[in-house]
Antibody
Framework: QVQLVESGGGVVQPGRSLRLSCAAS????????MHWVRQAPGKGLEWVAV????????YYADSVKGRFTISRDDSSNTLYLQMNSLRTEDTAVYYC????????????????WGQGTPVTVSS | DIVMTQSPDSLAVSLGERATINCWSS????????????LAWYQQKPGQPPKLLID???ARESGVPDRFSGSGSGTDFTLTISSLQAEDVAVYYC?????????FGGGTKVEIK
């Protein structure tokens, strides 16, 4: 069935790195741009990053720009988030999200979410 | 960046009564070329990821009960639950997709009175 499964979260010290993965199935992964969205404990939703369907365009929230890198491997239907120089404020559940469609506008509406993977940055 | 503001932060409504959630954007999310509002609503139940309810400000997603409706244009939007059911207890978020960075409102927690 159509699903997204995140992995790679855990507890990490400030300044260290972590790579998250999101395994996609049940849809044509290579046709869609893909997003990461995070949610700090007890807080609201924060969009993190997006990659276009072919990986040629990537956009980031200012809070992670220069530290996080979004990438994709269409051969394995996997989305990644490389997180470097982690800070305590990066502590959150990280969701990958598939957009509603591929056209302008629909590519920025989140129609399918994974269950999320928790990241805790703490010394 | 477009700032999204929701009110109230929380509300308690009796079963069968109406719940109304407001969302404002710091600038218009109405795209004049197609006359569409780039505004979505999500529902998040405890321990679950968000679920898309409404996009383009008023278009209900397939399978979403018709007691949920969205309205508004430009900078002012509303999500209405016409007759609150127990399963509607959740946090509701608006989101603009007019421009990056994509931004969400702070959320409105809906409870049963």
């Amino acid at each position: 069935q159509v699903q997204l499964v995140e992995s790679g979260g855990g507890v990490v010290q400030p300044g260290r790195s972590l790579r998250l993965s999101c395994a996609a199935s049940g849809f044509s992964f290579s046709s869609f741009g893909m997003h990461w969205v995070r949610q700090a404990p007890g807080k609201g939703l924060e969009w993190v990053a997006v990659t276009s369907y072919d990986g040629s365009k990537k956009y980031y929230a200012d809070s992670v720009k220069g530290r996080f890198t979004i990438s994709r491997d269409d051969s394995s239907n996997t989305l990644y988030l490389q997180m470097n120089s982690l800070r305590t404020e990066d502590t959150a559940v990280y969701y990958c999200a598939k957009p509603l469609g591929t056209s302008s506008g629909t590519d920025f509406i989140f129609s399918l979410w994974g269950q999320g993977t928790p990241v805790t940055v703490s010394s | 960046d477009i700032v999204m503001t929701q009110s109230p932060d929380s509300l308690a409504v009796s079963l069968g009564e109406r719940a109304t959630i407001n969302c404002w954007s710091s600038q218009s999310v109405l795209y004049s070329a197609n006359n569409r509002n780039y505004l979505a609503w999500y529902q998040q139940k405890p321990g679950q990821p968000p679920k898309l309810l409404i996009d383009w400000a008023s278009a209900r997603e397939s399978g979403v009960p018709d007691r949920f409706s969205g309205s508004g244009s430009g900078t002012d939007f509303t999500l209405t639950i016409s007759s609150l059911q127990a399963e509607d207890v959740a946090v509701y978020y608006c989101q603009q997709y007019f421009s990056t960075p994509l931004t969400f409102g702070g959320g409105t927690k809906v409870e049963i009175k």
